[in-house]
DNA sequence: TGAGATAGTTATACGGAATAACAATTGAAG
DNA sequence: CTTCAATTGTTATTCCGTATAACTATCTCA
C-alpha cells in the first residue's frame, strides 16, 4: 500500500514537497528514450547554431546532398533523404525562392527536374559546412573521438531495424 | 564537362539511367544525420511492435514513468518527459478515457493531480515491458550487447548539448 | 487580506509528414 | 502509330506533435 500520509505527523516535515528526482530508469535504459532525447538536444543546438545562415536540418542535408550530386532528379535527392515527394516540393520553392538551389529542365526527360546548387548555393554550404564542423567537435569534446566513430557505426546499424 | 552523350555510341548504353546511389558521404559522417534516421528507424520498430497495444512511444513512456512514480503530480511527469504542460492534458485525457491511468485529487493541494495507474493499466505497462524487451534483444542482436551499452552511454551524454 | 506564484486547462497556431488526385511526359505492347 | 500503364512533379488536404497566450482555481507569503 505504500501508505505514508497515516498516523501523528510528528515532526515538521518542513518541505510540504519531498518531489526528489523521478525514477526514469525505465527509460533510461533502453535505447529508445536517450535516443530520441539525444536527437532533440542535437537538433537544438543545431538550430541555434544555425540561427545566422537561416538554415533548417532538413535544408542543410538537402543543399549538402544537392551539391554532392549536381544534376540528380528531385526525387532521388528527395528519396535519399527520405522525403515524400509531396513535401519536397515546398523545400525546393523555398530552396530556390532564396536563390540556393535551382530545378533545370532537362531535355533527357522532361517530366523531371534536375536539381543544382546556385553560386550562391555554393557558397553558403561551404560556410555551413564549417558550422556544422564546429557541432561535431563539439560531440567529440563531450563523447571523445573514438566514441563518435562508434555512434555513427551503431546508429547507422539501427537503421536497418526498418521494416 | 563529363560528356558523355557524345560521338559515336557505339554500344547499347542499356540503361537510360546511370542512377548510381547517390554520394551521403556529407552525411553520414556527421552525428546529426544518423542520429535521426536511427531514431526514426527504431521508432518505426517500436511502432510495429506496439500496434497491438496501440501504444505509441509517448504513452509508453508516460505509462512506465507514472508506474515507477505513482502519485506525482502532472506537472512532474509532464516535465520529466519533456512535454509541455498544455500538451500532456490531452495525453492524460486519451489515458484516462482508456481506464490505463487516472488523475487523483489530493487533499494537500486541490490545484494538482496526483497520477497513478490502474490496475489495467498496471497490467497493460507489463506486457508493453515485455514487448519492449523484445526490441532492445533485437537491437543487441544488431549492434551487440556491449556496443549498445556504450550507445546508450554516448546519447546520454549528448544531452548535455542542450544549451 | 491581498499580491503574486503555481497547477491544470483551453484555444490556437505552426511545422513535419502522409495520402489522394491531377497534368505532363515517357516507355512499352499491340 | 496508337493505346495503356508507369513516372515525375505538383496541388490540396489531413493528421500529429509541439509551442504560446490566456484563463480559472488554488496556494503561499507578506
Redesign the pocket.
Known sequence: MAGRNAGAGAEVETR?DPAGPLDMSALTTIVGYPLRRAQ?AVFDDFNRRFAALAL?P?QFSTLALIGANPGR????I?GAL?????????M??ELERRGLAE?LRT?????????ALTPTGEALVARARRVQAEQETEIERLIGGTSRELLIAALTQLTRLAS
Chains 1, 2 share one sequence.
Not at 107 to 115: F, K
Open positions: 510540504r532533440l533548417s532538413a532528379k528531385q526525387s532521388e528527395a527520405g522525403i515524400q515527394r509531396p513535401n519536397f516540393v515546398a525546393m520553392d530545378r531535355p533527357a526527360d522532361r517530366r523531371s527536374r534536375a536539381l
